[in-house]
């Protein structure tokens, strides 16, 4: 098993579509149940907001708000199997032009920072899954996006 060291944990791809469709996918909550490995099959709950998925590593269903800034760019994902959930998961979308990227272009970072409550085995499991999810990130938006 591979080890990872730190607090915090980043991936980033280049997705061949634009910031601005990719952050209108990233930020329905619907959505992060087709790449999210932790919070499978996403769906609402009874309250406004709040949304349940299914981890594909244990079946425990854990819970998800949002808060997102179209201006920034950014994502925070608040998770937890209770409340209060943490932002302790976040994606920024780079737009083309920061980077002299095409127009159709942009990168996307997804990010992880750890918690003390955490084990070696839990972080490297997540730091594991975000390097697969930032695939299949690309994947959804491509698809999507006719990339």
Known sequence: MTQYGGYGHCVTELVNVGAQQAFDFLSNPLNVGTWSLGCMHTEATSEAGKY?????FDGQRLQLQLEASRELLLI???VGAVQPLRPRISIRI????TCDLT???CYVSLMAWRSTQMTDHRWSQLCASHEAEIW???ARLEAAGGG
């Open 52 to 56: 349940v998925g299914t981890s594909l």
């Open 103 to 105: 127009p159709d272009q």
């Open 136 to 138: 299949l990130i690309k």
């Open 76 to 78: 925070d994902y608040l």
């Open 94 to 97: 780079v737009a083309a032009e």
